[in-house]
């Protein structure tokens, strides 16, 4: 199915195929995320030398002060599929409500939704530490024509046809799944061109990195304290290594490629967890389990919750098979937390 060296647009024409009612709508839809990718990937990786770094001075629905870059990449995404008009719909992190969006004929008859994370990290840009997009897609369940709905984007996770993120670090990548496994893309800056780099990538069983932000450790349930304990324990091959970016993207795809567990808990803090299920967890969930590891909440299956609202947090227990599997045994002993 891949072919090394191919480009991003090739191997989208070549696997025309693999996209599920594919009349080339979804193949379009992932063709302006790549423009939007690299229009965005051009901001990022001028941050530090022109004066658009600091809060804008909104804050989003979640109560957080948002960067300048946030507004920036939310715009891009949003203008970019907007203006090509091959989606019924967006929601996004950054947006209070999703938005309907007319075809150039007036109507909306264009059969997809998306959800995106625009700038994931986003506190990480004033320190040159990597940040990343998140995107998924979901054919509408509304009649064809009419506008989109709330119920379009409040779809299980199971339901996704595509999702994918991109990660603006040493290199740019674009990583995605249509269901048909994961394959991850370059930039070659100097060309403009996202070359197949990473085919077919797959989480090890194992693993001996974990990443969760531990001065919560207080405020974590025991279940989550008593894995973190096994973590540092001296058996087996223990202790793990700890490694934690901060950025949910970067995390997760060092993990994919080197072994690892990525852990965000409900806390006393924030009692829900702080992730996002429809703009964050469903996503990589869907990548994950594309790649041969797991997500869950700590209990359950992440794809398998029905969401009740667009901005709704989960924990999130992500990553290698094996390491979320002891880390789900830890979490069983506290049935109590299951509820959050
Ligand atoms: P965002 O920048 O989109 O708000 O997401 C940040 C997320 C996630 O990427 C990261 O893993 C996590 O928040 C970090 O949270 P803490 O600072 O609480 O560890
Ligand atoms: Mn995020
Ligand atoms: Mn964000």
Redesign the pocket.
Same mark, same amino acid.
């Not at 700038?119 to 506190?123: A, V, Y």
């Not at 934690?244 to 993207?249: N, Q």
């Given at each position: 199915m891949t072919q090394k060296h191919s480009t991003l647009g090739e191997f989208i024409i070549g696997n025309q195929k693999h996209f599920q009612y594919s009349s080339g709508e979804l193949s379009r839809l992932i063709n302006s995320i790549r423009l939007a990718a690299k229009v965005v990937n051009h901001e990022v990786n001028k941050a530090g030398l022109v004066d658009i770094l600091g809060s804008a001075g909104d804050t989003n629905i979640q109560g957080?002060t948002q960067q300048k870059l946030?507004v920036y990449a939310n715009d891009i995404f949003m203008q970019t599929m907007t203006n090509r008009q091959i989606v019924c719909g967006i929601a996004s992190?950054e947006e209070d409500n999703y938005v309907s969006i007319k075809s150039s004929n007036g109507k909306n008859d264009n059969k997809y939704v998306v959800l995106i994370?625009p700038?994931?990290?986003? %506190?990480n840009v004033d320190v040159n530490v990597s940040?990343g997009t998140i995107f998924s897609i979901y054919r509408r369940v509304t009649p064809i024509g009419s506008p989109a709905q709330l119920e379009d984007f409040l779809q299980k996770g199971t339901e996704q046809v595509a999702a994918g993120y991109i990660v603006y670090g040493t290199s740019t990548m674009i990583v995605f799944t249509t269901g048909h496994g994961v394959n991850g893309f370059t930039l070659n800056p100097a060309i403009g061109t996202f070359y197949l780099s990473h085919p077919d990538m797959k989480f090890p069983e194992d693993g001996d990195i974990y990443s969760i932000?531990e001065g919560?450790y207080v405020h974590f349930p025991q279940g989550v304290k008593d894995y973190l304990k096994y973590c540092q324990a001296e058996e087996d091959n223990r202790p793990y290594t700890s490694r934690?970016?901060? %950025?949910?993207?970067s995390?997760f795809h060092r993990n994919m490629i080197k072994g690892g567990i990525y852990i965000?808990p409900t806390s006393t803090r924030s009692p829900k967890g702080?992730?996002r299920l429809l703009y964050?967890c469903n996503p990589m969930a869907f990548l994950a389990e594309q790649a041969n590891g797991v997500a869950s909440d700590g209990y359950k299956r992440i794809m398998e919750i029905d969401p009740t609202e667009l901005h709704q947090r989960v924990p999130f227990f992500c990553g290698s098979k094996n390491m979320v599997k002891v880390a789900e045994e830890f979490m069983a002993k506290y049935p109590e937390n299951a509820k959050y």
């Open positions: 957080e946030d992190e994370d700038l994931d990290g986003s %506190s940040v932000n919560n934690y970016i901060g %950025s949910l993207v995390d965000y702080k992730l964050e």
